[in-house]
Nanobody, 123 residues
């Protein structure tokens, strides 16, 4: 069983930056692909970024060039550096872990989820 805890959310002005962290426990972190998803009010949860066990990375097009996902298997932590934030990035951000997911962007590829951290970008 993998436990995930996100932190680092908050209120920031448009154009600003935030760095989200995901601390994990249980399981073997290096065995899992890790992802970030977000959910805005009234909308479905959507894929943001993911990183495979071997370091392969995928981003949703709307954050490419602005967000950077990274992981440290020794520290069993995942990060999402978010720069040039826009109002449309406002959402609850979730960390997720999945074992060998075929499709990184599919929510059903991930078995474990954190509780989420709120990111609010003011325009």
């Amino acid at each position: 069983q993998v436990q995930l805890v996100e932190s680092g959310g908050g209120l920031v002005q448009a154009g600003g930056s935030l760095r989200l962290s995901c601390a994990t426990s249980g399981g073997t972190f290096g065995n899992y692909a890790m992802g970030w998803f977000r959910q805005a009010p009234g909308k479905e949860r959507e894929f943001v970024a993911a990183i495979r066990r071997n370091g392969g990375i995928s981003y949703v097009q709307s954050v490419t060039g602005r967000f950077t996902i990274s992981r440290d298997n020794a520290k069993t932590k995942l990060w999402l550096q978010m720069d040039s934030l826009k109002a449309e990035d406002t959402a609850v951000y979730y960390c997720a872990a999945g074992y060998a997911p075929v499709v990184l962007s599919n929510v059903n590829s991930y078995a474990y989820w954190g509780q989420g951290t709120q990111v609010t970008v003011s325009s």
